[in-house]
């Protein structure tokens, strides 16, 4: 299941990148100049309360949503450096699956959709499902399934397709404690056996304590001790 990457590396870069959305008097700026970078030994958990930029920022570090200033790229991760990379999972706040697949065909459909074989992309689906303990529901529709089921089938999806960089936006709100306590730790040991980054948007403190380091988001503005370095030519500097 490893598929180590060069821990030294960046996955993925911010450089002074902003997201306003409208125009005029309506533009509302969900994320102000954030400044930052993700490699593949961090950790990261971002805070902050509801509508402060978390999961814009998020959306953007994975490429599903583009700047309106500022550059992203993902140097070390395959493709083109400032193209969104296939290598990026993202687990979805709101649930994502589709609803006339059941469990099972819903983890293996990306999986299928990219080219591996069936039988591969079925042991792999059957595999994740086992990891967030829902492998019982592998033949039920999404209509059947709770939000908290439904939202570890998302995980699972995730898992499945080996990504190097994790993205989970709110993974564990729909779940209760020992099922936070699992999807979280899931999602780092994954991240361990991967060699991929992890970051995760949470307003829950006991979810952002298992993590290794926080960045904060407040009123769209990223706070973190992180410094994007100065010899790659940007001169940045902390959010």
Known sequence: MTDVVDHGRELVRC??????????????????AASCAVAAEDRIAVTGPSGSGKSTLLHLL??????????????GL??????????????????????????????????????TEPAEARERAEEALAAVDIAELRGQLPEELSGGQAQRVAVARVLAARPRLILADEPTGQLDAAHRDQVVAVLVEAARQLGAGLVVATHDPLVAGRLDRQWRMRDGRLHTDDVVAASAGTGAQPC
């Open 62 to 75: 994975a490429g599903l949503d583009h700047p309106t200033a500022g550059t992203i790229s993902w140097p």
């Open 78 to 115: 395959d493709g083109a450096p400032t193209e969104r990379p296939a290598a990026v999972g993202f687990v979805f706040q709101g649930i994502s699956l589709l609803p006339p697949l059941d469990v099972l065909e819903n983890v293996a459909l990306p999986l299928l959709l990219a080219g």
């Open 15 to 32: 450089e002074a990148v902003a997201k306003t959305y409208g125009r005029g008097s309506a533009a509302v700026v969900a994320v102000h």
